[in-house]
């Protein structure tokens, strides 16, 4: 438990301060492998967790070993017979390509901007912001990013905060700007917190 995360969430934003001592507490790591933590990241778009577990551990017993050579060398007609879309084979090919070329280098993003790493990704096709944003959080293992188009999200904080409606893109910027600069810790509570049935901590 990090407790000064703990404590700045304690002094910026009681509901989630009591919201994080419900749930265990998220700690980052970076990921071993960022090629395949981008193909994750693209089969997993629109599908829930578990049916993305089962599609990729498919695709990974296409190959001795996931990397962009070995993707490149699986015909799309096996890889669709493991669940994934030609859309999506033609993005995760895409990004390997990219990187077989020597045009995207992924090793280099340790050292770059949280804006910039963005900038980079969205130029891939089928990674959009979101996709972008996910991977900052659970691959770079970034402290500080915050996702206004997860639905997930947006739920939580409906629930967490009481909201009748909504809420909107710029409710939850607003609320998330306070967070800062760990929203990547408050994302993931919130997210932990929106299976929980016991978190409807609005003030009394």
Request: aromatic fraction near 10%; glycine fraction near 4%.
């Amino acid at each position: 438990m990090d407790k000064k995360v703990l404590a700045h969430f304690k002094k910026v934003d009681p509901i989630l301060y009591k919201a994080s001592l419900k749930v265990e507490f998220p700690y980052m790591q970076k990921a071993e492998d960022y090629f395949i933590d981008l193909v994750q990241t693209i089969i997993n778009q629109q599908l829930s967790d578990k049916a993305a577990d089962t599609i990729y551990k498919r695709f990974k017993n296409l190959m001795p070993k996931v990397s962009p050579e070995n993707v490149l060398k699986i015909k799309d007609e096996k890889i669709r017979a493991a669940g994934i879309s030609y859309s999506k084979i033609k993005y995760i090919k895409g990004v390997a390509e990219e990187i077989v070329s020597g045009k995207l280098d992924l090793k280099k993003f340790d050292k770059q901007t949280d804006e910039i790493v963005m900038e980079e990704l969205v130029k891939l096709n089928g990674i959009g912001p979101w996709s972008a944003e996910m991977f900052l959080m659970f691959s770079l293992g970034r402290e500080d990013i915050f996702s206004a188009g997860d639905q997930g999200l947006k739920n939580a904080i409906k629930k967490l905060y009481g909201f009748k409606t909504g809420p909107t893109i710029q409710e939850t910027l607003k609320l998330s700007s306070r967070w800062s600069p760990y929203r990547t810790y408050a994302c993931r509570i919130l997210w932990r917190n929106l299976s929980n049935p016991n978190t409807n901590l609005t003030p009394d």
